[in-house]
């Protein structure tokens, strides 16, 4: 495959980049200050960031290897304190530690997300940061050991909520690097803990078998009362609530969501608000308008997910001889595929669509998550042509539209995300259709460096209609930033030049 709109000299500046921000998105004991301080909370200046020690940590311990890391200026500056065993008696949010280096995703994102890893995983491997890398997956069991699951992100305010389930994936790539054994069965028992956060109740819905996002949090986020504010200073929250007031909706019983005769938001909705940022797709009208309703779908990308999840435990096992237990996880795999087949799996759209539970009908919304069968091989090779029949549904002139709707939302169009275009791009390959998956490809990475000779930065999220980085005029819920750094779309970057059979 040939990039001819790109030169060499383009890449290897972008790929220099990279390499070099590896280390400055990097935080481990000596930044802890650094991560500590969090710019989506208010915070009194002459007060300490508090950071927060698992109650299963040797908390002396690990104050006298902080105390040894950092000087005692920043010492004073940072507060020490016991995870409470309950979440609803934390009173003064904080960071979560973590005893390894990891990297952040960048800009306001300055702690460890949990979806954004597996696509920075991929990064750390092609650029041999293979210590990065290990600890980097380290520290996302260590939360699924010390804080019950892996987070939305390692603050005290997302110890309610998880995100989309990669780990497996990211446990099996690094193996294939170190090839450490020893390691990786290590890992067997909290990848089981983490599989059954997502199969049983309330993420399991019992009636079709599939999973469910569900954030257990109540209220509104803080992180974004804060720090979503507009000019105006209304919050994300005040937007909504003006959203309803102007507009007539028809997707969802409005009622459920938002007290018109007293101007509230309902508790379903901030349920559902929060359980929104669990997928990862913050925020789209995906389920509906703010996707208030997500409670009530099963997702294409969270069961297609735990398949892959189900197929990885399969292998793992194979690796150990466990012959038994692999053929148990190969076929609860089966079953889901059946499952997503019969609920998702939209014949007449030739689409991938997310299954209402309640209504039993699929939500004709079109979105790249219609992929993620095609990444994971779920999809049968008729169903896979269907797809691609689709494909001009989503392909922009820089890769691939999130959705096929224009909402002000940042995870709709006219916005793209490298993940999804990668998803897309890696699942064109898998059925064959490389013309495709190498055409998207091109069309990201020559957006991509383009806007780099422009802003010499990379960032989150990129106007795929109008090939453009500045998206902030068009974003009008949420925060409407765009972010540089950026982790994912670092890792895209190198897999797409790996994927085009450029040295990387």
């Not at 053929?327 to 799996?345: M, S, T, V």
Request: hydrophobic share 35%.
């Amino acid at each position: 495959m040939t990039t001819p709109s790109l030169t060499t000299t383009q890449i290897n500046a972008v790929q220099s980049h990279i390499k070099k921000t590896w280390k400055t998105l990097t935080r481990s004991h000596e930044h802890l200050l650094q991560s500590a301080k969090d710019t989506k909370l208010d915070h009194k200046s002459e007060t300490p960031w508090i950071v927060y020690i698992s109650p299963l940590e040797d908390c002396p311990n690990v104050q006298s290897v902080l105390e040894r890391s950092l000087s005692r200026q920043d010492m004073q500056r940072i507060e020490i304190r016991t995870l409470p065993s309950e979440v609803e008696a934390i009173k003064e949010h904080g960071l979560l530690y973590l005893p390894g280096p990891y990297v952040v995703p960048g800009g306001r994102f300055n702690e460890m997300y949990g979806w954004d890893s597996y696509f920075i995983l991929l990064g750390l491997l092609h650029d041999g940061e293979l210590e990065l890398a290990q600890s980097q997956v380290d520290q996302l069991l260590y939360q699924v050991q010390h804080y019950g699951t892996i987070l939305n992100s390692n603050r005290t305010y997302m110890l309610s909520r998880s995100q989309p389930p990669v780990l497996s994936m990211m446990v099996l790539a690094l193996f294939q690097h170190t090839q450490d054994e020893e390691w990786l069965k290590s890992t067997v028992p909290l990848l089981e803990r983490f599989y059954y956060y997502w199969v049983v109740p309330p993420h399991l819905n019992a009636a079709t078998g599939l999973s469910r996002f569900y954030a257990f949090g109540e209220g509104p986020a803080p992180e974004v009362l804060f720090s979503e504010r507009d000019e105006e200073g209304k919050s994300h929250y005040d937007r909504v609530k003006e959203y309803y007031q102007t507009f007539e909706v028809e997707d969802y019983d409005v009622s459920l969501y938002y007290d018109h005769e007293n101007d509230e938001l309902t508790s379903l909705f901030y349920k559902g608000d929060r359980t929104m940022r669990e997928s990862g797709f913050d925020i789209t009208n995906r389920f509906g308008p703010f996707s208030a309703d997500i409670l009530h779908y099963a997702p294409v990308c969270l069961n297609s997910l735990l398949y892959q999840m189900e197929q990885d435990l399969a292998q793992i096992n194979e690796i150990f001889g466990n012959e038994e237990l692999v053929q148990q996880w190969r076929e609860r795999a089966e079953i889901r595929r059946d499952r997503i087949d019969q609920c998702l799996w939209d014949e007449e759209q030739g689409l991938y669509l997310d299954y209402h539970f309640q209504s039993g009908e699929r939500r004709r919304y079109e979105f790249a998550t219609t992929f993620y069968p095609l990444w994971l091989g779920i999809a049968s090779p008729s169903q896979a042509k269907r797809l691609v029949e689709n494909l001009s549904l989503f392909e922009a002139p820089g890769g691939i539209f999130t959705s096929t709707r224009v909402t002000g939302n940042q995870w709709d169009a006219p916005f793209g995300w490298a993940p999804l275009t990668l998803i897309a791009v890696l699942g064109l390959h898998r059925y064959g259709y490389h013309t495709e998956g190498d055409r998207i490809a091109n069309k990201f990475l020559a957006m991509v460096v383009k806007e780099f000779g422009r802003h010499n930065t990379l960032v989150e999220k990129y106007d795929v209609e109008r090939c453009s980085a500045n998206v902030s005029n068009e974003i009008c819920f949420g925060y409407s930033s765009n972010e540089v750094g950026f982790g994912w779309t670092n890792g895209v970057i190198l897999e797409l030049l790996a994927a085009s059979g450029r040295k990387v």
